[in-house]
């Protein structure tokens, strides 16, 4: 009988024990994936979808509530900004671009933004198919909400006020599907896309006034069909990208302090917000390592007592020929056997409960979380796991090692 077989003998001999060692330290473990699976993968999104962003400014209130907003789109504006006042920090000299967003619109749940094409340019979507919007109504779909949405070129729908389903809806203003976007694993694959224009079609009951920029002394930089000097004119926010580091001292002082606005740095906020989240992920991890050492404590108990029931099995096979090194390497194996199942069970179900999450909650299908990710981490707490068990079968595998075969086999 080799040794393997041999290990796998002892384990069947006590199933219960071995199913609660691989269970306790499976749940560690899971615990231990899924909040490393979130934790990175959110971070991965954050970085990803603030590149190219230096600083996000809209009506003042909570700047992380400015930032959630607008560039993560899951929570509701601070308020409005005028256009005329926009524009004049666009054109501002610590400038280098400046996109418009304008808000306020959704429909089943999937905000609707206003802006140019240069949002688009910002996170390098491409279209599937289609065309980009051309005229006022028209739109532009994100990956994953056409498909959650089943919306296709051709298809007709009406907004509704605010990000909720049950928002009184705009009957008289349909919306006209022209394209969907590619996939970019990015907060647009949630967001609905047409011009600005549009926003403000939808809320005002004569449609604005629309002009070309011939017919217009001073057109606004940002919305280039109205005149720059509108003071009716509002929008959301605008995503700013600094000319030069100096536009980092100056410019969100100069807007805070000079300006009715309200400026906000996505790297400064993000970081605010990590710190928050911190504090649940450390203690669910620290809960997590408390399994884990329970565990690891309930497989050391576990493998010294049933040492002391199998001495004259381990004395019979002394006297048979096997080496103490044999005795000692089966105690070791037992102990990382044990651990070795419970980390691949607990990396599964870690893997196969965050899949469950994704697939049946809708919301969780808007993060773009995927279990389908991993990571180097999950090598090292293999590892790990491995060597815990090791480290908890040393003193029992010593114990077997130091058999006296005549004092046992005397005593029975």
């Known amino acids: 009988m080799n040794l393997l077989s041999l290990v796998v003998s002892y384990l069947k001999a006590k199933p219960l024990n071995t199913l609660l060692n691989i269970v306790l330290l499976a749940l560690g473990i899971a615990v231990i994936t899924i909040l490393l699976l979130f934790s990175n993968q959110l971070k991965e999104k954050i970085s990803d979808n603030t590149k190219g962003i230096d600083l996000v400014v809209g009506a003042k209130g909570s700047p992380l509530q400015l930032i959630l907003c607008n560039i993560f789109h899951i929570d509701f ?28 619109d959704s429909y089943q749940n999937f905000r609707i933004i206003g802006t140019n094409r240069q949002y688009m340019e910002l996170y390098k979507a491409e279209l599937a198919s289609g065309d980009w919007w051309n005229a006022d109504m028209e739109v532009v779909v994100g990956d994953n909400a056409a498909k959650l949405l089943q919306l296709k070129e051709g298809d007709k729908f009406e907004s509704s006020h605010g990000l909720t389903k049950e928002g009184s809806a705009h009957e008289a203003h349909p919306f006209l599907v022209k394209g969907i976007l590619k996939k970019t694993s990015s907060v647009i694959d949630n967001l609905i896309f047409t011009n600005i224009f549009s926003i403000w079609s939808v809320h005002d009951e004569h449609d604005g006034e629309k002009h070309t920029a011939d017919s217009m002394s001073n057109p606004s930089r940002l919305v280039p069909s109205v005149e720059s000097s509108d003071s009716t004119k509002e929008i959301t926010s605008l995503l700013i990208k600094y000319r030069n580091p100096i536009a980092a001292l100056q410019l969100p002082r100069y807007i805070n302090s000079q300006t009715s606005m309200q400026a906000a740095s996505p790297s400064f906020e993000a970081a605010r917000l990590f710190s928050i989240l911190g504090v649940g992920v450390e203690a669910m991890t620290g809960f997590a390592y408390v399994i884990i050492f329970i565990s690891a404590l309930s ?3 576990a493998l010294y007592n049933s040492l002391k029931e199998r001495q004259y099995d381990l004395a019979i096979m002394r006297s048979m020929g096997a080496s103490k090194s044999k005795l000692f390497m089966t105690t070791l194996m037992e102990g990382t056997t044990l651990t070795f199942l419970g980390s691949i069970i607990g990396l599964a179900l870690g893997h196969g409960v965050l899949y469950l999450f994704t697939a049946l909650v809708e919301e969780s299908q808007k993060t773009g979380i995927s279990a389908m990710i991993f990571y180097v981490e999950e090598v090292y707490l293999l590892v790990g796991s491995i060597v815990l068990g090791i480290i908890c079968s040393l003193i029992p595998a010593f114990q077997a090692y130091r058999t006296d075969i005549h004092k046992v086999l005397a005593g029975n």
């Open 77 to 104: 504006p601070t308020g409005n900004i005028k256009l005329y006042e926009a524009d004049r920090l666009a054109k501002h000299r610590l400038v280098k671009s400046a996109i418009p967003l304008a808000l306020g």
């Open 299 to 301: 497989i050391f108990i």
